[in-house]
């Protein structure tokens, strides 16, 4: 077995060993503490007070003698959570007797916490220990304490965990900016958008007045069909995802085309919908990527009328009221057996302003996503790169 990882920091040399868990954590179960608070675990983001959660009403605050004393950085496991791993004390305090709290001496919590949560440990290691059927399962804490872990000196583990706990405070500062952004963009788009029987936005870009016209969405977007015959050697299909993601490309090989005579060409900047998911949100608008793709006759498309601005369209039939309408419009039976009455659909009403206005709004909503999309990459590559590293410098 390899006895030194891949990537290692300068001036660590000497074989790693393999230890018993239960030789480097001890578990303990000192009691009575009652200055300290009491805790609850939140997977993946250590502790917090009781008092503080939504679990705050399920414990009897009144007897607490049987709670666990815990310190800040010990780990923590209970019997159920063997999908999630160990988990780690944010503070000092006292938790539940359900949980079993484990302490080590001469360890960093940080080298060891992202191990703990890792699929070799959970999946290839603790899963060994497991028993019990379905709901049932249950961890053998006395068989997890015969695991062996990755051991090596203090100092490596303390240089492995800063660095290791400084990436994961980058992945958090661009998962905040993330979440700031995606806020940001659904509060303007409800005021960017005339609401309830508004005609004019809460807010508006500087030189445009006047009220936005009510047109039924039949007035502003035009049929539009592009009929082919079924390729037989392979083509790109495109689908729509529910509650308004957007689009996605699949490739259907050759031998398992649609049993169909036709298909339908997509166009770029057309409005096309899902008549079978429509109730679920499952209609778009596509872009320069999706022109060629096919599409079956369930995806009408729907070409611009004059004076309407494709983006504006991509994020006017975001609004909840028209995925409402989509739903009321979709009769059908019971579970997700709905078919879309394209007439009813395009009778829904929506607020129009003239298309120079619709260009501004629909190029800073734009923006917005785009920043949101750069984030969102970041944030993937970061974890991957975060990922490879945990690989490489463990053994």
Partial sequence: MEKKPAI???????????????????EYSEKNHPELPALTIIQGGGTVKREESDRNLMYDKSNLSGYRMVRENDFIVHLRSFEGGLEKASSDGIISPAYHTFHGENVDSRFYYPYFRSHEFIKRKLIAHVYGIRDGRSIDIDGMKTIEIPYTTYEEQYKIGEYLENFDHLITLHQSNYEKLVATKNSM???????GDAKVPAIRFEGFAGDWEKKPLGAIVIPYSDPVEVPHNGYERLGIRSH???????????????????????????????????????????????????????????????????????????????CHHLLLSSPGGAGRNRVLKIPEMLEYEMMIPDIEEQKQIADYLNSLDELIELYRIRIEKLKNIKAACLQGMFV
């Avoid at 788009?189 to 609401?195: A, E, G, N, R």
């Avoid at 005579?261 to 990527?289: G, K």
């Fill in 189 to 195: 788009l409800d005021k960017l958008f005339p609401q």
């Fill in 244 to 322: 308004g993601k957007g689009v996605f490309h699949e490739y259907v090989e050759a031998g398992k085309e649609i049993t169909t005579a036709q298909l339908h060409r997509v166009a770029a900047h057309n409005f096309i919908v899902n008549i079978t998911f429509a109730w679920e949100h499952a209609v778009a608008v596509t872009c320069d990527s999706d022109a060629g793709k096919l599409v079956s006759h369930r995806f009408p498309q729907f070409s611009m009328a004059d004076g309407i601005h494709d983006q504006f369209l991509k994020y006017l039939i975001l609004d909840a009221r028209f």
């Fill in 8 to 26: 290692r920091f300068e001036g660590y040399t000497e074989d790693w060993e393999q230890r018993k868990l239960g030789e480097v954590f001890k």
